[in-house]
Antibody
Framework: EVHLLESGGGLVQPGGSLRLSCAAS????????MTWVRQAPGKGLEWVSG????????YYGDSVNGRFTISRDNSKKTVHLEMNSLRAEDTGFYYC??????????????WGQGTLVTVSS | DIQMTQSPSTLSASVGDRVTLTCRAS??????VAWFQQKPGKAPRLLIY???TLGSGVPSRFSGSGSGTEFTLTISSLQPDDFATYFC?????????FGGGTKVQIK
């Protein structure tokens, strides 16, 4: 059974940093892209970043490009999202999701339960 | 960026109704569209990918169609468990984008 567990969310001041992690199990991890999608409270879904199965290719949404960095450790079956220069508009639930294929330009068939990031002074 | 526009934003329907949700893309592309269902406090659930392929374990009352710029999600007979918000997503090009959602509520 596929399982994704996010961690690392919390309260951070504007301009601060946070590192999210997602631990995966139940599938051949390096065969699939992984992605982060966020959702502000009461709002819609926003794709944040994606990484290929090997980790060689990474992509970012316009609003986080240059501030966030996605990475993965295939030996530990984990994916990370390093978030810097955080802004109030980065507040929301951050979901880790498994891609349908190895390349990151894909949709997502399994999602974690989400971790809440709150950017506020 | 490809904008995905969903309509209607809210839909009121009764159990047993046939409902159709629409998603329009701002530029023409193929069939790289997915549909998700989300309930309050829960993560999204994949229903349809590649415009018309049913996700694993998804009931057959859900179906998807479309290509080019217009895509639809149809629920053939609405069930009590189907009252939720539905999002479309394009994965034709970066950045990947979602529609704003359609909330299906009880009439």
């Amino acid at each position: 059974e596929v399982h994704l567990l996010e961690s690392g969310g919390g309260l951070v001041q504007p301009g601060g940093s946070l590192r999210l992690s997602c631990a995966a199990s139940g599938f051949i991890f390096n065969d699939y892209a992984m992605t982060w999608v966020r959702q502000a409270p009461g709002k819609g879904l926003e794709w944040v970043s994606g990484i290929s199965g090997s980790g060689a290719s990474t992509y970012y949404g316009d609003s986080v490009n240059g501030r966030f960095t996605i990475s993965r450790d295939n030996s530990k079956k984990t994916v990370h999202l390093e978030m810097n220069s955080l802004r109030a508009e980065d507040t929301g639930f951050y979901y880790c999701a498994k891609g349908l294929m190895v390349g990151p330009r894909t949709s997502f068939d399994y999602w974690g339960q989400g971790t809440l990031v709150t950017v506020s002074s | 960026d490809i904008q995905m526009t969903q309509s209607p934003s809210t839909l009121s329907a009764s159990v047993g109704d046939r409902v159709t949700l629409t998603c329009r893309a701002s530029s023409i592309f193929s069939t790289w569209v997915a549909w998700f269902q989300q309930k309050p406090g829960k993560a999204p659930r994949l229903l349809i990918y590649k415009a018309s392929t049913l996700g694993s374990g998804v009931p057959s009352r859900f179906s998807g169609s479309g290509s080019g710029t217009e895509f639809t999600l149809t629920i053939s007979s609405l069930q009590p468990d189907d009252f939720a918000t539905y999002f479309c997503q394009q994965y034709n090009s970066y950045p990947l984008t979602f529609g704003g959602g359609t909330k299906v509520q009880i009439k």
